[in-house]
C-alpha cells in the first residue's frame, strides 16, 4: 500500500485524459516498457544489495554514480511535491470556491502549508507515516477512484453520449509530430516510484519473497488506478476544457451534479486530498533516507545535514528540501496558468528522475555478469532484455520531455527546452557534483576527512 500510495494517485489522471480512448494505450505502453522492467529489475536488486539505489549503482558502476543516482531520486521530489500539491489545492478548491483552483496565490499558500505539514508528520517516525500513507491510499484513491469509474458507466449507460469518441478508429493518438504526445511523458512519471520502498527492505521478514511480491500487486493495483479513472475524466469532460490539476473534481463535480449528489462534492475534494497528502507522506522518507545513508557512510553530506531527531527522522534534510519547495511554489503565483506550471516542474521531476532509472538498469546488467553468483532473493528473468527495454524507453521519454507539449498552447522551444535543462542541471547534476569533488578535497592528505559517524 505504500508503494501504491507513492506511485498512484488520481492527480496524475487528467494530463493524459486529454487523449481519450487513447490514454489506454498511452498507459499500456509505458506499463510494457518501462514498468514491468524498473519493477523486476528493482525487486532483483532489492533482495540482493539492500540499501537501495545507492549501493546498487555504487556495486554495478562506481560510488560517484551511486551519488548521482540516489541525488537524482531525491531530488526529483523537489518538482514532484510542488507538482502533487498544487492538485491537491485545486482540489481543496472545490470545498472553498471553485475560482481558486486557477488562483496561483493561493496555489502557492497551500503547498507551502502543506508540504510544512507533511515534514511535521514525517518527523514524528516512519511507522505513522506508513499507517497514514496505507489508509489515505485506500481513503483518497482506491475508493474515489472506484466511484469515478462506477459513476461514469452508468453515465454511459444511460445514453449519454461521451465527450471522446470510444471507437477503435482514436484507440491510437493523432500524430501532428512530438509535441502532440509529450503529455505521455507524463506516463511514464506516474510509474516512477516502484523502487522507493526499497530503502525498507531490511526491515521485511523474508525481504526476497514479500519485496517482489508487495511490487508485482502494486502494479495491478496501480494500472487499474490509472486507466478507468482517466477514462472516466474524458467520458464527461472535453479535453479542451479538461484542467491538468483539477480535472479530476470536474468530472466528479459533472457527475455528482448528472445525478443529483452535488452535497457530495466537498466530500470527494477532501478524500482526494487526503489520498494525495498519504502519496507525500510516503515519499517524504524514504529517498530523504537513503541520502542521509550514504551522507554518514561516505561522507557526502556536511555533518549538520547527517543529524537526525529523536525518531531518527533526517529532519535538516527535510527542511532543506522544504525551503527549496517553498521558493518553487512561490513561482505558481506568477506563471501565467496552474496548469502550465504544472506541468513544467512535473516534466522536470520526470527528466531528473529518468537519469536515475538508466544508472539502475546499467548497474543490474552489470551486477549480473559480474556477480552471477551473489545471493538474491528474487531473480529476473531475461534480466539483460529488460534492462536494454527499460533504458531505451527511458533514454526516449527523456529526450521527448524537452519539446513543449502541444495541449498546453503556442509556447517556444527553445525556450521551454532551455527552462527544462536549467532546472535538470542546477537541482538535478550540479549538487552531486559539487558533493563529491568536496568530499574528493576533504579526503586528500592534509585535509582533515569527515566521520561517518557524525
Same mark, same amino acid.
Given at each position: ?79 514532484? $511535491? ?41 518527523? =514524528? ?39 471522446? %469518441?470510444?471507437?477503435?478508429? @482514436? ?39 514479500? $519485496? ?25 469532460? %472535453?479535453?479542451? @476544457? ?53 551522507? =554518514? ?12 531527531? @529523536? ?20 513561482? $505558481? ?34 551486477? =549480473? ?9 528474487? =531473480? ?51 549538487? %552531486? ?22
Amino acid at each position: 500500500m505504500m508503494t501504491v500510495g507513492s506511485v498512484g494517485y488520481l492527480g496524475s489522471a487528467p494530463a493524459t485524459s486529454v487523449f481519450g480512448l487513447a490514454s489506454v494505450s498511452l498507459y499500456v505502453l509505458p506499463a510494457l516498457v518501462f514498468l514491468v522492467p524498473v519493477s523486476l529489475v528493482a525487486a532483483e536488486l532489492a533482495s540482493g544489495w539492500q540499501g537501495g539505489v545507492y549501493n546498487w549503482v555504487s556495486e554495478g558502476i562506481s560510488p560517484s554514480m551511486g551519488l548521482l543516482a540516489v541525488w537524482c531520486e531525491f531530488s526529483q521530489t523537489i518538482f514532484y $511535491y510542488p507538482a502533487l500539491l498544487a492538485y491537491v489545492g485545486s482540489t481543496l478548491a472545490y470545498v472553498i470556491d471553485q475560482r481558486l483552483a486557477s488562483n496561483g496565490v493561493y496555489t502557492a499558500a497551500i503547498i507551502i502549508v502543506l508540504f510544512w505539514s507533511g515534514v511535521l508528520v514525517s518527523a =514524528r517516525g516512519t511507522s505513522l507515516a506508513a499507517r497514514l500513507a496505507s489508509r489515505g491510499t485506500l481513503i483518497g484513491t482506491l475508493i474515489p477512484g472506484a466511484i469515478i469509474v462506477i459513476l461514469g458507466v452508468i453515465y454511459l449507460i444511460q445514453g449519454n453520449v461521451s465527450a471522446a %469518441p470510444m471507437n477503435v478508429h @482514436h484507440a491510437l493518438p493523432p500524430w501532428h509530430g512530438f509535441a502532440s504526445i509529450v503529455l505521455v511523458v507524463n506516463s511514464f512519471f506516474t510509474y516512477a516510484g516502484v523502487e522507493v520502498t526499497a530503502v525498507h527492505v531490511d526491515e521485511l521478514h523474508n525481504p526476497g519473497r514479500d $519485496y517482489p511480491r508487495a511490487i508485482f500487486v502494486a502494479m495491478a493495483l496501480v494500472l487499474a488506478i490509472f486507466i478507468f479513472p482517466t477514462l472516466a475524466i474524458a467520458w464527461v469532460i %472535453p479535453s479542451s @476544457h479538461i484542467s491538468l490539476t483539477a480535472g479530476v473534481m470536474q468530472a466528479f463535480n459533472s457527475l455528482f451534479a448528472h445525478f443529483g449528489v452535488s452535497f457530495a462534492v466537498p466530500i470527494i475534494a477532501i478524500a482526494l486530498a487526503v489520498g494525495a497528502l498519504a502519496g507525500m507522506i510516503a515519499w517524504l522518507d524514504g529517498p530523504s533516507e537513503g541520502l542521509l545513508r550514504i551522507g =554518514r557512510e561516505q561522507g557526502y553530506l556536511p555533518a549538520y545535514f547527517q543529524k537526525v531527531n @529523536h525518531e531518527g527522522i533526517e529532519v535538516h534534510i527535510l527542511g532543506a528540501q522544504g525551503v527549496a519547495v517553498t521558493v518553487i511554489a512561490l513561482l $505558481y503565483a506568477v506563471i501565467p496558468t496552474i496548469s502550465r506550471a504544472y506541468w513544467i516542474f512535473t516534466a522536470m521531476a520526470t527528466q531528473v528522475y529518468l537519469i536515475m532509472y538508466v544508472l539502475m538498469f546499467i548497474s543490474a546488467r552489470r551486477l =549480473r555478469r559480474r556477480q552471477p553468483d551473489h545471493p538474491r532473493g528474487y =531473480r529476473a528473468r531475461n534480466l539483460g532484455l529488460l534492462c536494454l527495454v527499460g533504458g531505451v524507453s527511458s533514454v526516449t521519454a527523456f529526450a521527448i520531455g524537452f519539446v513543449p507539449p502541444s495541449q498546453l498552447g503556442h509556447q517556444s522551444p527553445l525556450l521551454y527546452a532551455a527552462l527544462i535543462l536549467a532546472g535538470l542541471l542546477v537541482i538535478g547534476l550540479l549538487p %552531486p557534483l559539487l558533493m563529491d569533488r568536496l568530499r574528493k578535497r576533504q579526503s586528500q592528505p592534509g585535509a582533515e576527512s569527515p566521520s561517518p559517524s557524525c
